[in-house]
Nanobody, 126 residues
Framework: QVQLVESGGGLVQAGGSLRLSCATS????????MGWFRQAPGKEREFVAA????????NYRDSVKGRFAISRDNAKNTMYLQMNSLKSEETAVYYC???????????????????WGQGTQVTVSS
């Protein structure tokens, strides 16, 4: 079973940047589709970005397009989320997720993921 550990969160001023990492252990991630989600206090978990197994295709929620970039390095068993021009309303706990699949597709629905990390806090001050 793949285990996920997020890192890279922290406190940043609005307009700043952070790079999140999702390190995996247990098995190679090349057979897993992966994604980033976030949850702010009192709100439901929401989709941020997702990437297919090979890393050739990705999808983003509209509000982060052009500012965030998802990537993965299957050789290092790690996924990344580069976040630029951060906004205060993006303060949340950010989670990475993975799902074993034979389909090389991108999946934005959190219900389609069964493996989750513990989350990393991102706080954007205005």
């Amino acid at each position: 079973q793949v285990q996920l550990v997020e890192s890279g969160g922290g406190l940043v001023q609005a307009g700043g940047s952070l790079r999140l990492s999702c390190a995996t252990s247990g098995r190679t991630i090349s057979n897993y589709r992966m994604g980033w989600f976030r949850q702010a206090p009192g709100k439901e978990r929401e989709f941020v970005a997702a990437i297919n197994r090979s890393g050739g295709n990705s999808n983003y929620r509209d509000s982060v397009k052009g500012r965030f970039a998802i990537s993965r390095d299957n050789a290092k068993n790690t996924m990344y989320l580069q976040m630029n021009s951060l906004k205060s309303e993006e303060t949340a706990v950010y989670y990475c997720a993975a799902q074993f699949t034979i389909l090389d597709i991108v999946q934005a629905d959190p219900r389609e993921y069964t493996i989750w990390g513990q989350g990393t806090q991102v706080t954007v001050s205005s």
